[in-house]
Nanobody, 125 residues
């Protein structure tokens, strides 16, 4: 397992932007496929975005396409989620996840065993 710590959450108005960061430690970061999930109040945790080990390929949930960008810096052991054109429905706790298996990044990520503690994002006017 790798230890993950998210940061960058906060409150923003609709249409605004935020950049989330996730710092990893305790493992060889470049060996892990990294991703973001989110959990809205009263709902289950769901997939948001994933990035391959080298960063050459990414994938997003439909509602995030064109608004969110996942990236990573293997020299800094950090993965980012740049979020733009934020909507109230993006309000959630965002979790960073790591796995050695791309197939683990399913809708709920139920087989992923490395998670951060979460960072809260609130989009409201």
């Amino acid at each position: 397992q790798v230890q993950l710590v998210e940061s960058g959450g906060g409150s923003v108005q609709p249409g605004g932007s935020l950049r989330l960061s996730c710092a990893a430690s305790g493992g060889t970061f470049s060996n892990f496929i990294m991703g973001w999930f989110r959990q809205a109040p009263g709902k289950e945790r769901v997939f948001v975005a994933v990035i391959t080990r080298s960063g050459d390929s990414t994938s997003y949930r439909h509602s995030a396409k064109g608004r969110f960008t996942i990236s990573r810096d293997n020299a800094k052991n950090t993965v980012y989620l740049q979020m733009g054109s934020l909507r109230p429905e993006d309000t959630a706790t965002y979790y960073c996840a790591a796995s050695q298996y791309y197939s683990a990044f399913t809708l709920t990520g139920s087989t992923i065993d490395s998670w951060g503690q979460g960072t809260r994002v609130t989009v409201s006017s």
